[in-house]
Every structure is written in C-alpha cells, then in structure tokens.
C-alpha cells in the first residue's frame, strides 16, 4: 500500500481497539519466520508512496540506516491520484533540492474561479512557488525514490507486512513476499504453493518504525487504533483525459443540484477529470464507461469539453477519517495511514509530505543522540501535527460539501462565500494560506512567551553572500541566522548564517523543517546559547561514552 491522495478504496478497518497496544501479537505463527541474526535498522519505514519516500530519503541523509517496505512488486505503478503541490510543499522540497526539477514536470496554476465566481490569485501567497503545480503523482514519486535510493535506503519492493510487535528497544516486523503467484497479491490469480501459517517470512528488527502504508494501514491495524470516520462521497468517478476544447479557465470546477464535474491540466495534453452525480450509488467494482463521465460533466460544467482518449479511469469512493494517536511507543504513523480525507483541495499528497518532513528531523535527532529531550521531541510530532490533520479533515469537507450544494439556498450561500473570498483580504489569506500550507503555524514549544514567532514557517530569507535560507536548509539540520559578529555557540551542530542586511540585530534560529524554534530582536551571548541548547545537544566527543552516530545496520 502507498499514501495516495486520499481517495483510495477505503475499507472500514477491522480493528476494534479503543485504546493503542504497545506490543502487538504478529498475525502468523512465530514459527514461520525464518532465522536471522538480529541485525537492527536504525528505522524501518512501510509503505513507499510520497510520505515513505521522503521520510526515508530524510532519514538516510542523515547516515541513518533505513529499509522502506513496499508491498508492490518494483514493477508496478502506483496508482496516481494526487495531481496537486502545494506552495508549502514545493518549499520543503526545495529545502532538499527537488522543487524545481518537479515543477518542470506540469503546470503552474496561479488562480482558481471557485463555482464560476471571481477569481482568487494565488501571486498573493509570499513565497518563492506563489501556484499550485499540477503534475501526475508518480512524478513527485519518482524524484523522491531517486533521492532515497541515492542517499542508501533500502528499498524492499514485494514486501507484505504480517506482524508487528514493538518491546522496550525495538520493533519486530515479520514480512512475506508478494508474489504473482500468491493470493495476496493485488488483482493477480492463482493459490499459494505453501501451507497456511507456514511459509517463510523475514523477521526485521528497527529501533523505530513509521507507518505510511495507506488508508489501509496494516501498521496501524497492527497497533490496534481505531480509524473513526465516515465514507463522506460514493461513486465518484476520476480519469486522465484529453480534450478537444479545453476551457478558458486552467481550472474548471462546478456543481450543480445533481451533479459536480472537475477539471485541471497536467500541462502536456493530458487533464485530470472527476466526476460525481447524487443520485450514484455503484460500488467502487462497478465498470467505468467515459460516456458516464461526458454526462455528469456536461450537468456540472455545461459541457464535457469534447472529452476524449482515457489513459485510465478509476470509480472510487472518498471517507473522512482520522487515527487518535500518531505515536504508540516507537511506532509512528504518517500520511493517509493517519489522515483520510476528500480530494477536494487537493490537500491529502500535501499533509503527508508535511507529516514526513516533520517527523524526519526529530527520529534523527534521538537517533543520532542530539536531542535535550528525545521523549518530549518525538511526542511533538503527534501534538504538532494531529491537529493539522484535523483541520485539513475539517477544510476539505467543507469545500466538498460546498461544491455538492443541493438546494438553491445553499449555492446561493456558496456564492456569497466566493465572492467575500475574492473581496475580503484577510479572509483571502487565511483560506488560501490553509489550502497552500503557507498559513499552517505550530503551538510554541511549552513554556515559551507569547507573543512569539516560534512555531511559525519561515520564509525564505535573505542571506549574506548571495544565499537564501532554503538553499542552506538543504544541509538537513538546523539554521542559526544572526547580524554579523555574533559567534557560533560552542559544538552545536547547526549552519551558521548572516543575515543580508547587515542592519539586521534579530537572531533566529530554525529547524529542519523550515519553521521557527527561537527568535529574539537583540539576544546576549548567553541567551543565544541558551536557546540553541534548548533544542540541540553539542556535537559528541571522539571516543567512548558519547552519543551513538549510526553508520549503518547495528548488531544488537
């Protein structure tokens, strides 16, 4: 399974549990596992979409030791759904030097006409990517399996995860191949050659797991949590199309009583369309006919714009769901094994790629022995990040919910809200900054006074000798910017930069997620070592007794 952009196939998850296990049970006999020498990786990532992707490549950059877990044969493509990125994630990917190679890939959209109504431009966002990049999914996969193959993951394609089950300084994981010939695999004939509960699996043991396995996360079933929600929109139907008469708009989005119709270029002839009408009610097996979807657009758009040629087409359904806890002990979870939601927003891809580049960091520092506070650090993920999800859960439903409008009151209230969308400055900036991730702020560390900036994204800054802070990212850990003359805090392992402007007196230093740990107008030396040792333990020093650097698989 792979993060997708939400809209797989859900199944409601058959897992009962209300509160999470901390040691699970693995679900085929220990018998079955073949022997190995217990050899432990540093982390052991599931699932190799985007989310696993990234957070993978992240980890190994560090010289951490990471084997990512993907049930696919290494032959098979991911299905795409995602087609969006978003401001703030082509911020994170240009902070490891990606954005730009992907943003070669599609096409820049630089406004929206939510319903037909004014258009909202989205050059109001400050950033360096003021758009939305529509590009196909395994484009962004492909620049991130790229990078985590150079940075040395392990990737294990055809690897089926059976068991799980975590102790006070490891998780056990229990993997079966996927093989054509095996039942398991997805879509593919024919019956095991072994016995049941009997063939062979591999046993791999990690100081620390991370579940981006999907909306049918075998990590967090494993786990026991519950996944609560509810199937929001059935029967909805998507393709890759060409058209005959493109619309003037890049992007064409309407709903109307019986129907909703949606479509948006990739840039290099193909478009992404979906499709859904009210009254549908076939299940998500049910044949897909491109004259169905002609219809249902030619109700919501006035016309199918001469639709034609399908690569693929897909009828899926779309739930809102969100698991309670992302951490259980060392088990993480991340992307849609997380957060499940509408496409509406195009905001699932985006949130998982969020997720990783938070959680990258903070397994590294632990691992690699940096962190003041390894426990407070790691529970940061979850507090941090639990209640943006809830938010994207919350945006995205409104939006679906917009879009779908029934009554005349309604779309007459949908209106309304475009149109003070469009007048309303602030109103403006706060949605388009949920929806680009630009606006999305952190609660200050515990303890810090407010007002505060920690928390909050960075910008791009202005650094002296030509630099900008993102390009200085690039060197995964920390950036302390700060006016000339102000020395470097002792051993702390972080990229010291001035700032451009040499009238500049702030000190800020930021994390390698690109949002703000400290800031302060006019700080004394101790105060800045002060802050810096908040978050960053010295550098170790040669010899025994100091913080492990992992360099590899680790005998235990």
């Known amino acids: 399974m792979t993060a997708a952009e939400n809209t797989s196939h859900v199944m409601d998850p058959a897992v009962t549990a209300t509160e999470p296990q901390s040691a699970v049970t693995a679900t085929e006999p220990r018998s079955a596992a073949t022997a190995d020498p217990r050899t432990v990786v540093d982390v052991v990532v599931v699932g190799a979409g985007p989310t696993g992707l990234l957070l993978a490549g992240d980890l190994a950059a560090t010289g951490l030791s990471v084997t990512l877990v993907e049930r696919r044969p290494r032959t098979a493509a991911n299905l795409t759904r995602a087609f969006a990125v978003h401001a703030r994630t082509l911020e994170l990917l240009d902070a490891r030097g990606l954005a730009d190679p992907l943003v070669t890939t599609g096409r820049r959209i630089d406004r929206i006409r939510p319903f037909g109504g004014m258009p909202l431009s989205l050059q109001h966002l400050r950033s360096r990517y003021p758009f939305a990049l529509i590009t196909p999914q395994y484009e962004t996969e492909k620049l991130l399996e790229r990078r985590a193959l150079s940075t040395g993951v392990d990737i294990q394609y055809d690897s089926r995860l059976i068991g799980l089950r975590q102790d006070r300084d490891t998780v056990t994981l229990d993997l079966r191949p996927t093989t054509p010939d095996s039942p398991d695999a997805p879509g593919t004939p024919g019956t095991s050659t072994a016995a049941p509960g009997t063939a062979p699996t591999r046993r791999i043991h990690a100081r620390h797991v991370v579940g981006a396995d999907g909306v049918r996360s075998t ?210 900036e706060r949605a388009l900054g949920i929806v680009s991730g630009i606006g999305i702020a952190y609660p200050p560390p515990p303890g810090t006074r407010r007002p505060t900036p920690a928390g909050r994204r960075a910008p791009d800054l202005a650094l002296a000798h030509g630099e900008r802070l993102y390009e200085v990212l690039r060197t995964g850990g920390f950036v302390l910017v700060t006016p000339p003359g102000t020395a470097t805090p002792p051993g702390a392992p972080l990229a010291h930069r001035r700032w451009a402007r040499g009238t500049r007196t702030a000190c800020v230093l930021v994390r390698p997620d690109g949002y703000v740990a400290w800031s302060s107008p006019r700080p004394t030396d101790a105060e800045l070592t002060a802050a810096v040792a908040a978050w960053l333990l010295p550098r170790p020093l040669p010899g025994p007794g100091g913080p492990r650097v992992p360099q590899g698989p680790q005998k235990a």
Request: proline share 7%; hydrophobic share 45%; no cysteine.
């Open 219 to 428: 990590v967090r079933e494993a786990l026991g949590l519950p996944f609560p929600g509810r199937a929001v929109v059935r029967s909805m139907i998507l393709a890759d199309v060409r058209l005959t008469d493109p619309p003037e708009d890049a992007l064409a989005v309407n709903g109307t009583t019986d129907a909703f119709g949606f479509l948006v270029p990739f840039g290099d002839g193909w478009y992404r369309a979906i499709g859904w009408r009210r009254d549908a009610d076939a299940p998500d097996t049910a044949p897909v006919d491109l004259g169905e979807l002609r219809a249902i657009l030619r109700d919501a758009l006035g016309t199918d714009h001469g639709m034609h040629d399908p690569r693929w087409m897909s009828r899926f359904h779309s739930d809102e769901r969100q698991v309670p806890h992302y951490r259980v002990g060392r088990v993480f979870l991340a992307g849609d094994a997380a957060h499940v939601h509408s496409p509406a927003g195009g905001l699932g891809m985006n949130t998982g790629l969020q997720d990783a580049a938070n959680l990258s960091w903070k397994l590294a520092a632990v691992l690699h022995g940096q962190a003041p506070d390894p426990e407070a650090l790691l529970d940061s993920y979850h507090r941090e990040r639990h209640p943006v999800g809830r938010l994207v859960l919350r945006v995205s439903g409104s939006i679906v919910r917009a879009a779908m409008a029934a009554t005349p009151a309604h779309r007459t209230a949908r209106a309304l809200g475009a149109a003070l969308l469009a007048h309303i400055g602030p109103a403006r």
